[in-house]
């Protein structure tokens, strides 16, 4: 099975994947897109503080990554434990796109299922904006149904 436990070492490959991955289906992308730059940040400086979240302290252990033969970690997924509403979340999913088309996120979805299910995750949650295509193809072929639609707004002060 080429999906691992995450590593401290994968954090700046992470963050590689997930800043080409994320540019048009992200809403810091929205936003810079709309508005520019806020306080001189881009919107990779915003979405990278989400992976820095998705590993910091115990949240690591729900963080896998796909290595290729060669060594390469070419995607990842992340998740949060809820023990208390029994819901688990899956805040990020990426796959390099040099590598996406050919399986490795329906693995990584499914074995990130199969994690929080046997730490007795009752439930399964992820959230993605209309402009991303997975949202009405590939979240619902893995089970997951659509239960509301939110709109993000900004305004500068
Ligand atoms: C979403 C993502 C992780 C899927 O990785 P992948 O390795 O290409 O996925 P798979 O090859 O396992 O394909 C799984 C399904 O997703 C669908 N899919 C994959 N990429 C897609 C895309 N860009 N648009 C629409 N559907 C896509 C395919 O229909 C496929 O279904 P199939 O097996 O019935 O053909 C990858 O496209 C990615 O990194 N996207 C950018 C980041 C992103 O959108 N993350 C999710 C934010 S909510």
Known sequence: MPIRPFRPEDLEKLKQITAI??????????????????????WKFRKLRHIDADVAGDHANGVFVFETDAGDVVGYITTRLDHESGIGWIPNIA???????????RQL????????????????KIETLKQNDVGSNFYPSVGFE????????LMRL
């Open 21 to 42: 991955c994320f540019d048009g289906v992200s809403i810091d992308r929205n936003i810079e897109a709309a508005f520019g730059q806020i306080n001189g940040r881009d």
């Open 146 to 153: 659509e239960v509301g639609l939110q709109i993000h707004y």
């Open 95 to 105: 796959v390099h796109p040099a590598h996406q088309g050919s399986g490795t996120g």
């Open 109 to 124: 979805m499914e074995h990130a299922i199969e994690f929080m299910r046997t730490e007795g995750m009752q439930a399964a």
